[in-house]
């Protein structure tokens, strides 16, 4: 039985006879030359652009470029991969529906790290769910070279979901927009996953019968969104009275029921009335709709709920405007449909002064959206904790990969609400006032931590600390330098911050550029411009780290200032 999911509806492009030009592979193996002959791509017969090399041992970073220009890169960060021996690597690419033009819709994964259909399930047969660098077992081939990547396995009961993983990170979205395949599975009939390198799109092959697996709205008017585990039937799809809609006080009259075009797995309702109003939670039942083998919607899983919320959100650009001028664009993304990461992918917040914005020129982005949670009726809602950032002209974030701003949704929320945040989540009040230093001492319990060849530094979030600096700033134990007393075994270096900086410090000391408990969060420290201003302070602030300390402290010694983890002043002495 053959359930077919489209992932990006493209135009099919035929096979020319001729290789068409300018697609490659730029990476540190050729210099970064986007106009390498030596690394063009070729069309294979099976529809997939394909490169062989072989390459030294040592770790390569690549990306394809669909052309020979920057701006035509993709993905948007570097992939990679490391050999220990000198040995090749064939890199597979879909330039998607217009070669020569970046559009979102290009692939690429090298043979190092095949795709992977990381889901739900992976547990059941041994693996770790959702894990993305897990090989153990749901690793697809394509012996055949035909260019579609094939895995199959007997999957105990249940229902599932996954998506196709490339280069073991989530880099690439092969279900845009971040939307995830399902299956059901009896048990007994091996699951057949196919994923087609030339156009990426998805198949699943099951032999359970459908079942619903979310309904949610995709505005305030609709449509509601139904979503199957598998293709359904044309006709028994798009009977409207085979669906039923409330919202606990209204029985909704389903007027039309359309099969999605790109992906026969999802039926869109519309209703009377229309309007599906913000606070409220909504049941959508199934009836005798069938699969395409004539199997109807399983009983013990025909329906699905949803919660609706409103949210204005607002952004303060004040400090950004000063630093680095008046942006272009402004979009919020994030981790919750109708927002995804996918850059500058809708969702643009204004300051024009138009509802919901309040005024115009205020240094205040706005934007209004409405989010509809999918839940479990029988397990009942659940809140939803929404992760989002800001990015500015589609090419600067807020923060780093982890930072983000959240709100929660639920249904006993407010129905409607703003929030209001500040770019990078840096208001006027939190730069400090004043000039502030602070002695950066750090020591280990251990004798001998440290030889007399070993370089001990620091870097850091905020200026003069930076992460990115190649020359770093040292620490020393010669009584100089802010070092107090010489071969105490005690490190130390001054750093002052000019006023203006934020006063929350993220630091990490290194030992000949390697970072001490590398896995482990970066130290924090908050800047005291009350009492550490470097013109009312005699001397700067303290802090006494111990190298290497990686437990988070349970108690803070009093006397001590508490960093984060590994803050232990007095803590290491008498050991």
């Known amino acids: 039985m053959k359930l077919f999911v489209a992932a990006l509806a493209v135009a099919l492009f035929a096979v020319p006879t001729v290789a068409l030009a300018g697609p490659s592979i730029v990476g540190s193996m050729q210099g ?47 992939q990679t991969f490391t050999f220990e021996s000198p040995q090749s690597v064939t890199w597979y690419a879909n330039l998607g529906a217009t070669v020569g033009v970046k559009e979102g819709d290009e692939y690429i994964f090298h043979s190092m790290n095949p795709p992977i259909a990381c889901g739900d399930f992976m547990s059941e047969l041994g693996g770790t769910d959702w894990d993305q660098s897990d090989t153990s077992t749901t690793v697809l081939s394509d012996p055949d070279e035909d260019g579609i990547w094939e895995w199959s396995s007997v999957v105990p009961a249940g229902s599932y979901q996954f998506k196709i993983v490339l280069n073991n990170n989530w880099d690439q979205d092969t279900y845009p927009p971040s939307q995830n395949y399902f299956f059901d599975s009896d048990g007994i009939t091996e699951i057949l996953i196919r994923y087609h390198m030339q156009d990426n799109t998805t198949e699943v092959f ?5 079942t619903v697996v979310f309904a949610t709205a995709e505005s305030g008017d609709g449509p509601i969104r139904v979503k199957f585990s598998k293709n359904v039937d044309e006709t028994t799809a798009q009977t409207p009275g085979n669906y039923t809609v409330i ?17 026969a797995s999802v039926v869109r309702l519309t209703t009377n009335p ?59 993304q994030g981790d919750t449909e109708p927002l995804t990461w996918d850059i500058c992918e809708g969702s643009q917040a204004m300051d024009d002064g138009v509802p919901p914005d309040a005024a115009t020129a205020d240094s205040t982005y706005t934007v209004y959206e409405y989010f509809s949670v999918p839940y479990n009726c029988d397990l009942g809602p659940e809140d939803k904790s929404v992760k989002y950032k800001y990015i500015v002209d589609c090419t600067t974030w807020e923060g780093d990969f982890d930072f983000g701003h959240f709100v929660t949704l639920g249904r006993d929320s407010l129905p409607s609400r703003t929030v209001n945040v500040w770019w990078d989540d840096q208001a006027p009040g939190d730069l400090i ?18 030889a007399e060849t070993d370089t001990l530094s620091i870097r850091g979030s905020e200026l003069p600390l930076d992460w990115d600096a190649p020359d770093e700033i040292t620490l020393n134990d010669a009584g100089i330098g802010g070092d107090l007393t010489a071969g105490d075994g005690i490190y130390s270096t001054l750093v002052v911050f000019p006023t203006g900086t934020y006063r929350y410090l993220e630091y990490k000391y290194l030992i000949n550029g390697d970072y001490e408990c590398s896995e482990f969060p970066n130290r924090t420290l908050e800047l005291d411009d009350v009492n550490g201003c470097v013109t009312v302070r005699d001397g700067p602030m303290e802090v006494l780290d111990l190298y290497d300390w990686c437990e988070p402290l349970e108690t803070v010694i009093e006397g001590t200032a508490e960093t984060s983890w590994g803050q232990i002043k007095g803590l290491y002495r008498n050991k």
């Not at 652009?49 to 993709?74: C, N, R």
């Not at 029985?251 to 992906?263: K, P, R, S, W």
């Not at 204005?312 to 919020?332: D, K, R």
């Not at 230093?437 to 001998?448: D, K, P, W």
């Open 32 to 78: 970064w030359d986007t106009a390498d002959p030596e690394y063009d791509l070729v069309l294979a017969p099976n529809g997939v652009y394909e490169l062989t090399k072989t390459l030294s041992d040592t770790t390569h970073l690549y990306k394809g470029v669909d052309g020979d220009i920057w701006g035509l890169d993709f993905p948007a960060n570097n």
């Open 247 to 263: 919202d606990g006080r209204t029985v909704y009259t389903v007027l039309t029921a359309t099969l999605d075009t790109g992906d």
């Open 274 to 332: 229309s309007a599906l109003p913000a606070g409220e939670s909504f049941e959508v039942t199934v009836s005798n709709v069938e699969d395409l083998e004539g199997r109807p919607v399983d009983p013990d899983h025909d329906n699905w709920c949803f919660y609706t919320n409103e949210v204005t959100f607002e952004v303060n650009m004040q400090l950004y405007i000063i630093e680095s001028g008046m942006p272009a664009t402004v979009h919020i």
């Open 433 to 450: 006032e004043c000039d502030v230093g602070v002695r950066f001492q750090v020591t280990h319990s251990n004798e001998g931590w440290i």
């Open 206 to 210: 099951s032999e359970s019968p459908p």
